[in-house]
């Protein structure tokens, strides 16, 4: 019902920063929650940072004061505002989004490459 594509992600430094963007192909107004989700080497899938009932944010404790998330709606996109990146922070890194129009489902990108690297 909705495909999702990353983009920004790269090679970026320790206490750099990146944006992340994710593009879906219809509207997000109505989307009942859609962030960010990463999977580390050797970890298991994390959830970075979401809009959940409309404009209201969660974020990890790893992340709250380093990383934004951020929307436009009228872009279809929502953004990932990365700061003060750690060598920790590497993964990737997807979009999700969580459709409830017809019973509950769940979407999510290929996935883009954060690594945090000097």
């Known amino acids: 019902q909705v495909q999702l594509v990353e983009s920004g992600g790269g090679l970026v430094q320790p206490g750099g920063s990146l944006r992340l963007s994710c593009a879906a192909s219809?509207?997000?107004?109505?989307?009942?929650?859609m962030g960010w989700y990463r999977q580390a080497p050797g970890k298991q899938r994390e959830l970075v940072a979401t809009?959940?009932?409309?404009?209201?944010?969660n974020y990890a404790d790893s992340v709250k004061g380093r990383f934004t998330i951020s929307r436009d709606n009228a872009k279809n996109t929502v953004y990932l505002q990365m700061n003060s990146l750690k060598p920790e922070d590497t993964a990737v890194y997807s979009c999700?989004?969580?459709?409830?129009?017809?019973?509950?489902?769940?979407?999510w990108g290929r996935g883009t490459q954060v690594p945090v690297s000097s």
């Open positions: 809009f959940i009932s409309g404009s209201s944010t």
């Open positions: 999700n989004a969580l459709i409830t129009d017809l019973g509950r489902t769940t979407y």
């Open positions: 219809r509207s997000i107004f109505s989307i009942a929650a």
